[in-house]
């Protein structure tokens, strides 16, 4: 039996990504057909597979897209050359 897609289910996986061990303001979730999908940046890959896990493993059922992208915390190791 798959847990079913609706407004509660993500005002409860929205509230667990800000409350306790997980802590992220800006993180997003938005349904999408029959999976829900985590939007919003983070500091590094490891911090957002930690996430996806643990809402994965809270919720085993939903289909989860994890859509999270990296904010660049350091200045670019590149030049970037302007023709």
Same mark, same amino acid.
């Given at each position: &039996?798959?847990? #079913?897609?609706?407004?509660?289910?993500?005002?409860? =996986? #929205? %509230? &667990?990504?800000?409350? *306790?061990? =997980?802590? $992220?303001? *800006? /993180?997003?979730?938005?349904?999408?057909?029959?999976?829900?999908?985590? *939007?919003?940046?983070?500091?590094?890959?490891?911090?957002?597979? $930690?996430?996806?896990?643990?809402?994965?493993?809270?919720?085993?059922?939903?289909?989860?897209?994890?859509? /999270?992208?990296?904010?660049?915390? #350091?200045?670019? %190791?590149?030049? $970037?050359? /302007? %023709?």
């Amino acid at each position: &039996m798959s847990t #079913q897609l609706d407004e509660y289910l993500e005002a409860e =996986i #929205q %509230s &667990m990504l800000t409350d *306790g061990r =997980i802590a $992220e303001l *800006g /993180i997003t979730v938005h349904r999408r057909e029959h999976a829900l999908v985590l *939007g919003g940046e983070v500091e590094s890959p490891h911090r957002r597979d $930690e996430i996806c896990r643990q809402i994965t493993e809270r919720f085993p059922d939903v289909e989860l897209v994890c859509d /999270i992208g990296i904010t660049r915390a #350091q200045a670019p %190791s590149d030049v $970037e050359e /302007i %023709s």
